[in-house]
């Protein structure tokens, strides 16, 4: 018989010291409630509202008590990547908002924040028109059919997270206009569409964040799935292991959310918990670990994958460390992406180039079991985008991308090239290598995001 005494335990020196905490979240309207937002000078705490007024601002008191180093404020990573700062608007948007927002003119106000938004592309060219399916002509909400294989489902419940990413690339859907959100209410409506494209075999459940809803709503969307022959995979992308690791731990339906998840394992499936990470230091509090021990005794496989961010975690160092500490915790690095050409992109974009350059600095400081991160990888309308390297061909030096992902199957893994340059930030900056007058997929594609 397996000695089980040690995993006990384990559980139980993690588990102890949290006795379950409540989640308790504040927004825009009650930054002034925020304890320790009351030592920054005023000045600060005003361009914090003038910035939440245009971008979603959310963030739970695990955050700000456990995550967040107040003496370290305002470099601190996970500050940044969750409070709002002065710079994520440009210096003119910033003004026009701030000065309407003394005016205390509330027409005044919502017109300007509206037309701010307008402004950062709030849907990287069309997320909102490409890649929702159809049956019958009619548009089916809350599902997003870009690749064969996976298909993404926004659960309306799940359309909001623990806390939100200063840096959020569906920003738009948290702002409170319908209009703009893509959820859909019919568990039965996915299933359907499933049955109807035989070869989708990954589910990503996604929004927000699915983990959000309540362990019985999630089950009345993942259930029906186990009993398709063709799901062989399901995926939840989450970042509650950060922002509200209690989930998996001590809230009400902790356990019962494991269940389900040993639930997929014994249907045959493959459950894939895709968790944010953006920083080692959201892996670092117990209650964190003891969350990704417990997702992994159910059968679920982790895997992590998150954006390179200016002021977050641009440098090689911090990324060599988070993906060993994931190694070590039993998580496979998954993804590196680029920061979308979206919101306060300006703010947190990191040329190709250096993206580059930083991610094969961290993959040299780890070993193979750690450089499972494919990256930097751009999601792009065609398709996901990887730069592989910069090198010099006959004289010209040039980018070496690969589509990882195609919009037409037939582009995965195909290699292409185009001009270096050191500025470029997103693949509607880059032109064709070798005086070639465009990329093999834009015969068909224009080389917009997403
Ligand atoms: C990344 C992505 C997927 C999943 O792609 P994998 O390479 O299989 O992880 C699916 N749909 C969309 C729209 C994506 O951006």
New binding site residues.
């Given amino acids: 018989m397996p000695d089980t005494s040690l995993a006990i335990a384990v559980h139980e020196t993690f588990a102890e010291p949290h006795s379950p905490r409540r989640f308790k979240v504040f927004t825009a309207r009650q930054i002034d409630r925020i304890g320790p937002l009351q030592e920054l000078d005023e000045e600060t705490r005003f361009a914090m509202k003038v910035v939440a007024s245009v971008l979603p601002f959310r963030v739970n008191e695990y955050v700000i008590e456990e995550l967040i180093d107040w003496s370290k404020v305002p470099e601190d990573p996970i500050y940044q990547l969750t409070f709002p700062q002065k710079g994520m608007l440009a210096p003119h948007h910033f003004d026009k908002v701030a000065a309407a927002l003394r005016g205390g003119d509330k027409a005044q106000i919502d017109a300007t924040v509206a037309e701010v938004r307008d402004a950062l592309n709030p849907h990287p060219a069309g997320q909102l028109e490409h890649?929702i399916p159809e049956v019958d002509g009619e548009k089916i909400d809350g599902i997003?059919?870009?690749?064969n294989?996976?298909?993404?489902f926004f659960p309306s419940q799940g359309q909001v997270c623990h806390s939100y990413c200063t840096f959020c690339f569906r920003w738009a859907q948290f702002i409170g206009d319908n209009d703009l959100k893509i959820a859909t209410k019919e568990a039965g409506q996915l299933k359907r569409y499933v049955q109807a494209h035989p070869k989708i075999t990954?589910i990503?459940i996604t929004g927000g964040d699915p983990l959000v809803m309540k362990t019985k709503n999630l089950r009345a969307h993942i259930e029906p799935l186990l009993e398709l022959q063709q799901i062989r995979t399901i995926?939840i992308g989450s970042k509650a292991l950060t922002f509200w690791p209690h989930r998996f731990v001590s809230d009400d339906d902790a356990d019962d959310l494991l269940d389900l998840f040993r639930q997929v394992a014994a249907a045959g499936k493959h459950l894939a918990l895709?968790a944010h990470y953006n920083h080692w230091k959201e892996l670092e509090p117990a209650i964190a670990r003891a969350a990704i021990q417990k997702v992994r005794d159910t059968g679920a496989q982790i895997r992590a994958?998150g954006p390179l961010l200016a002021h977050i975690n641009d440098n090689a160092d911090d990324w060599a460390r988070l993906w060993q500490t994931q190694v070590e915790l039993g998580i496979v690095p998954?993804?590196l992406f680029v920061e979308r050409d979206t919101g306060a992109r300006h703010y947190f974009e990191v040329p190709l180039a250096r993206a580059w350059h930083i991610y094969r600095d961290a993959m040299q400081q780890v070993s193979g079991l750690a450089r499972t991160a494919?990256g930097p990888?751009m999601?792009c309308h065609p398709g996901?985008v990887e730069i592989q390297g910069i090198t010099e061909i006959h004289g010209e030096k040039v980018f070496v991308l690969r589509m990882?992902?195609g919009r037409n199957p037939d582009w995965v893994q195909r290699p292409f090239f185009a001009r270096y340059d050191e500025q470029a930030t997103w693949l509607n900056h880059l032109r064709p290598a070798f005086g070639e007058s465009r990329f093999f997929f834009e015969q068909v594609l224009a080389a917009g995001s997403?």
């Fill in positions: 890649n997003q059919h870009k690749y294989e996976t298909v993404l990954d990503l995926r895709m994958q998954y993804y494919r990888s999601s996901k990882i992902q997403d």
